[in-house]
């Protein structure tokens, strides 16, 4: 077991909101939320998956605490994150009859998280939004830091606002029913905490692969702390990415232009990141801004996990770098990255030559 509950805060002035991680904190969630002083009638957002695990002791923990609770589903998948079921939330939202001081709770992964937020944003120009993550990836980092959204042909999270959540209730439990490729593809994204902010975050997973792999819930407790404290630290210092919350991406412009390349189809995000992750630790080592043998601890740590260092042949690296050129973050045709200079620490550089690029790439690893 791993005991008690932890709470960290995200600080951002009068937005400030907690954090509640451990085994067993939906069980105290209703409590919370009636505390934050909500309405009465509070919607979940889930969808079939989820709530089927866990939307009886989500209910339960609401109910007890004296609210009137109303499901809506959306379906589940990235393909359904778009403004169709924004659309058919807010309905059912008006349906319900919510009122500004009404909630709505996200019980789901980052898809959940991302659309109920984005309608809990809009819904009578915002009502409190409330996270209850249930993957490893939204649990370390969807669910905080305030970015929601849905995607449209232009593009993946093209549509959206920045509006934080009230409160975010971790519990580690859900993870015991998470699918195994899902955790592994959300341990990418602890990885890259260490990577960019914490050595000492990138040692514990090398040395706890069997707990964290095992879900020992202690293990798992420490990693997602570790990652949450790292992400609202940077997300209080730049709620609006203007500048420190940039190094979050690190990993990210190779790792889009890989999801872009494979039409999403291919790669969960976080074994895309996870091969952005080394490609650009590659191009910092080809740069002279990474020792060989910091390269090497983190194709080990990647690889160790499952995750992809390298990708099949047939993906062309001119396609690649061409999607990078062309990403949202990209401006003026200059590519940025978040390049490591030690484990812990990162730099962010712009235009690096193409052909420099593609050069690294093509090389042999
Ligand atoms: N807002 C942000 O800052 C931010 C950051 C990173 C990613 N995202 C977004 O997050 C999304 C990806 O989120 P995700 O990786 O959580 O994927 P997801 O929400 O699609 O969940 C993955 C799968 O796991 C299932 N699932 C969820 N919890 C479960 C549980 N406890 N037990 C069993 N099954 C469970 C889901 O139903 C789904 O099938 C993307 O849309 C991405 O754009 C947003
Ligand atoms: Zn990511």
Redesign the pocket.
């Known amino acids: 077991m791993s005991g008690l509950i932890d709470n960290l805060t995200v600080n951002l002035g009068e937005r400030s909101y907690e954090i509640s991680i451990g085994a067993g904190a939906i069980d105290s969630l209703g409590e919370k939320l009636s505390s934050l002083g909500f309405n009465k009638k509070i919607v979940i957002v889930s969808?079939e998956?989820?709530f089927k695990?866990?939307g009886a002791c989500v209910s339960q923990s609401l109910n007890k605490a004296g609210f009137e609770v109303f499901p809506i589903f959306i379906p589940?998948?990235?393909a359904y994150?778009d403004m169709r079921y924004v659309e058919s939330v807010l309905n059912e939202m008006f349906t319900v009859g919510l009122d500004r001081k009404s909630a709505v709770v996200a019980l789901?992964?980052?898809?959940?998280?991302?659309l109920a937020?984005f309608a809990a944003s809009i819904y009578m120009r915002g009502i409190a939004l409330v996270q209850v993550?249930?993957?490893?990836?939204?649990q370390v980092?969807?669910?905080?830091?305030?970015?929601?959204?849905v995607?449209n042909p232009f593009g993946?999270?093209m549509i959206?606002t920045f509006y934080q959540p009230r409160f975010v209730c971790i519990d580690i439990d859900?993870?015991?029913?998470?699918?195994e490729r899902?955790l592994r593809?959300?341990i990418a994204?602890v990885i890259k905490y260490g990577i960019i902010r914490d050595a000492a975050l990138f040692a514990f997973l090398k040395d706890n692969r069997q707990k964290i792999l095992s879900r020992d819930s202690a293990a798992l407790k420490h990693i997602i702390h570790t990652s949450c404290r790292i992400k609202a630290e940077v997300v209080s210092k730049d709620e609006r990415e203007s500048g420190l919350r940039e190094i979050l991406n690190c990993g990210h412009t190779a790792g889009h232009a890989l999801e872009t390349v494979t039409q999403y189809t291919q790669y969960?995000?976080?074994e895309a990141v996870a091969w952005g992750m080394y490609a650009e630790a590659r191009i910092a080592a080809a740069l002279g801004l990474l020792p060989a043998a910091a390269l090497k601890e983190i194709r080990d740590l990647i690889e160790g996990y499952g995750l992809p260092t390298s990708i099949p042949k047939g993906i062309a690296i001119g396609s690649l770098v061409e999607a990078m050129i062309y990403d949202k973050k990209t401006v003026a045709g200059a590519i940025k990255f978040v390049l490591p200079t030690e484990i812990g620490k990162v730099k962010i550089i712009k235009g690096i030559e193409k052909e420099f690029i593609l050069s690294v790439l093509k090389s042999e690893t």
């Open positions: 969808n998956t989820v695990h866990y589940d998948g990235e994150k789901g992964g980052g898809v959940v998280g991302d937020g993550p249930t993957t490893l990836l939204s980092d969807s669910s905080v830091g305030g970015k929601t959204g995607n993946k999270n959206g859900t993870l015991k029913t998470l699918p899902e593809a959300g994204e969960l995000h976080g």
